[in-house]
């Protein structure tokens, strides 16, 4: 069965730190999608980025960067120089199979302070 | 049409009452998900609909719940009799095949 851990419940950082975001998942396909989601206080999810499983290249978007490891089945999200509006709660997912639906982990709680 | 959208984003109601969810995917999105998120947890999945047939439904969507897409376009989602542990935000999201697009969601709590 598909399962999405992320491990960091709650983070908490002062302005302008670099913080990182674990995700592990397990899965027994070999063809799968991982994703990151952001969900304001709003409520509503913001997709981030979609990476498939053939694809182990990292991605850097702004201040945004993504580590893909499939040996170790991690799918890591970093955030340079962080500020307060990145303060929200990230979620990890995992998608296979033909219906391609999402397996979330819990969520991390991330508060950036001025 | 820039998103998602569902209707009411709010819903009290008193256990035992039906309510009815309404979401309006992105247009020409052939997929369309339902998700609950209940506090402090990831979103899971109820089911999804292939245009307008259901394909794949959760074990978590007991005989209480029923989803529709009628015509392809928007989908409903109806909960009979309902109970305190429904209460929840129930998601929708859409897709042509890549990355799913969520809507606001709809919170519900019964009372």
């Known amino acids: 069965a598909q399962k999405v851990t992320q491990a960091q419940t709650e983070i908490s950082v002062v302005e302008k730190e670099d913080v990182t975001l674990d995700c592990v998942y397990e899965t027994r396909d070999t063809t799968y999608y991982l994703f990151w989601y952001k969900q304001p206080p709003s409520g509503e999810l913001v997709f981030l980025i979609r990476?498939?499983?053939?694809?182990?290249q990292n991605e850097i978007s702004g201040r945004y960067s993504w580590n893909f490891q499939k040996s170790t089945s991690s799918f890591n999200f970093t955030i340079t120089a962080s500020q307060v509006v990145d303060s929200a709660v990230y979620f990890c997912a995992l998608s296979e199979g033909g219906a391609q639906k999402l397996v979330f982990g819990q969520g991390t709680r991330l508060t950036i302070n001025p | 049409d820039t998103g998602v959208s569902q209707d009411p984003r709010h819903k009290i109601t008193k256990r035992g009452q039906n309510v009815t969810f309404r979401c309006d995917p992105i247009s020409e999105h052939n997929r369309l998900y339902w998700y609950r998120q209940t506090l402090g947890q990831g979103p899971e999945f109820l089911t999804y609909?292939?245009?307008?047939?259901?394909?794949?439904k959760s074990r978590l969507l007991s005989d209480r719940f029923s989803a529709e897409r009628p015509k392809g376009s928007f989908s409903t989602l109806e909960i009979q009799r309902t109970e305190q542990g429904d209460s929840a935000m129930y998601l929708c999201?859409?897709?042509?095949?890549?990355?799913?697009?969520f809507g606001p969601g709809t919170r519900l709590t019964v009372l």
């Open positions: 990476r498939n499983s053939f694809d182990e």
């Open positions: 609909f292939q245009n307008e047939a259901q394909l794949e």
């Open positions: 999201a859409s897709t042509e095949g890549n990355e799913q697009f």
